[in-house]
């Protein structure tokens, strides 16, 4: 894919240069026609995706430079957003000659007052500051021909929703919308469903960590010991934001119990829970009020967290793409992560499914002191990367839910 066919004027496709950009990213590809063409656009990405650029752009060149009361708003949850924004924004305009400002709180007004009074193409606001200008008459929005809504699920979260709303009632009716969110939960969807007109919905899986980053190793044990040793590994390296998948709902209500009952608070989130409860958690993870989530392969592609970590495979999965998944959750944006995994006697097979699937040999190791059983199994230590990437695959019926993973991931990055 190239940028040269996504529908972009030279004017764009030489600040696409000029800003070290060689292929578009997937939510680039998918959003910048669509932007084009003026439909509103439903996009769910989180940061490190592309987005800005995925809505400047073509944005930028469906506006034409003219100073005075913005045309394009932005309205984003945080200052840092809107300054990141801003400079994106800020690197296209060189090419195309627009002007781009920023309100946020936290500063002094009036040089604010004076950058808008000079006249704005495009205005990023955080939704307070935005109001209390409107307020003062010092912004026009009478003019808004396209709003972006950026981390609409952030703005929900942090409590803006009602500034939103009032800021939407003095935006001309007749406009375009972009609504960007990292998660698109119903809440979310049954909010904004009222502001948009027919919108197109695209979105990325969050770009996954590259194996190579991770740390992996292997626990045997058997599965009557799994419980002891997964508490005692995250008390005693006090682990703090911990993934723990399990192969069951059941499973991983059991485990979230056993880890609570041991002093280490913890969720869980699976297929069975109801959305709030689901979020509900998540939230109280993402906020540290507890160091363990446990979930399923079902939910794993929805939880989208920074600064996992370690992820634990409580179970290995049967299905070898599971076992990518799970693991990609930790260590994002450049960091290393660790990946553990409990290995019981019966779950050689699957073993053996994910190192092929991986092409090499994962390491084993103990925690020191633990009382092992004497019947778990432990993987032989001399097999080789060579071995396992042409061992056959193993001729269990691969159980569970249908394959059907990988088409959500329209593509990683
Ligand atoms: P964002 O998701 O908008 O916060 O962007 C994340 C990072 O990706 C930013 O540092 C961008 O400069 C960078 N970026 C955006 N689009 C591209 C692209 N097509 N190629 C390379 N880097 C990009």
Not at 390 to 407: E, F, L, N, T
């Amino acid at each position: 894919m190239s940028f040269d066919n996504l529908g972009l004027d030279p004017r764009l496709l030489k600040a696409v240069v000029t800003m070290g950009y060689t292929e578009p990213t997937p939510i680039q590809s998918a959003a910048i026609p669509l932007v084009l063409a003026g439909r509103d656009v439903i996009g769910c990405a989180q940061t490190g995706t592309g987005k800005t650029a995925a809505f400047v752009l073509p944005i930028l060149q469906r506006i034409a430079p003219r100073v005075g009361a913005p045309r394009v708003l932005v309205v984003t949850p945080t200052r840092e957003l809107a300054i990141q924004i801003v400079e994106v924004a800020t690197a296209v305009s060189r090419t195309t000659g627009h002007r781009i400002a920023a309100v946020y709180g936290g500063v002094g007004y009036e040089p604010q007052v004076k950058t808008l009074r000079r006249g704005v193409d495009m205005l990023v606001a955080t939704p307070g500051r935005l109001l209390d200008l409107a307020a003062r008459r010092d912004v026009d929005l009478s003019r808004v021909e396209i709003l972006v809504l950026d981390e609409a699920d952030r703005m929900l979260d942090m409590g803006f929703w009602p500034d939103v709303r009032r800021i939407l009632a003095l935006l001309p009716t007749k406009r375009q919308n972009l609504l960007f969110s990292a998660t698109m939960s119903p809440v979310v969807l049954k909010v904004i469903g009222s502001t948009l007109t027919d919108p197109a919905q695209v979105s990325v899986a969050p770009p996954a960590t590259p194996i190579e980053a991770i740390e992996q190793s292997l626990y045997p044990v058997v599965g009557t010991q799994k419980n002891d040793l997964l508490v005692r590994i995250i008390q005693e390296r006090g682990l703090e934001r911990v993934l723990v998948f399990t192969r069951t709902k059941h499973r991983a209500d059991r485990v979230a119990r056993v880890l609570d009952r041991a002093g280490v608070r913890s969720a869980a989130i699976h297929g069975n829970r109801s959305q709030s409860q689901r979020q509900n958690a998540l939230e109280e993870f993402k906020r540290g009020r507890c160091r363990v989530l446990v979930a399923t392969d079902i939910v794993a592609r929805g939880i989208d967290v920074e600064g996992i970590s370690h992820v634990i495979n409580y179970d290995l999965p049967n299905v070898p793409d599971d076992y990518v998944h799970r693991i990609g959750r930790t260590a994002r944006a450049g960091r290393t992560g660790v990946a553990l995994s409990l290995l019981a006697p019966e779950e050689h097979e699957a073993l053996r499914d994910i190192e092929r699937k991986i092409g090499a040999v994962i390491d084993c190791a103990d925690l020191a002191g633990f009382e092992y059983s004497h019947d778990r199994i432990v993987p032989d230590p001399d097999r080789t990367h060579e071995a396992v990437r042409k061992a056959p695959p193993a001729k269990k019926p691969q159980y569970g839910r249908p394959h059907g993973g990988a088409q959500h991931r329209r593509s990683g990055r």
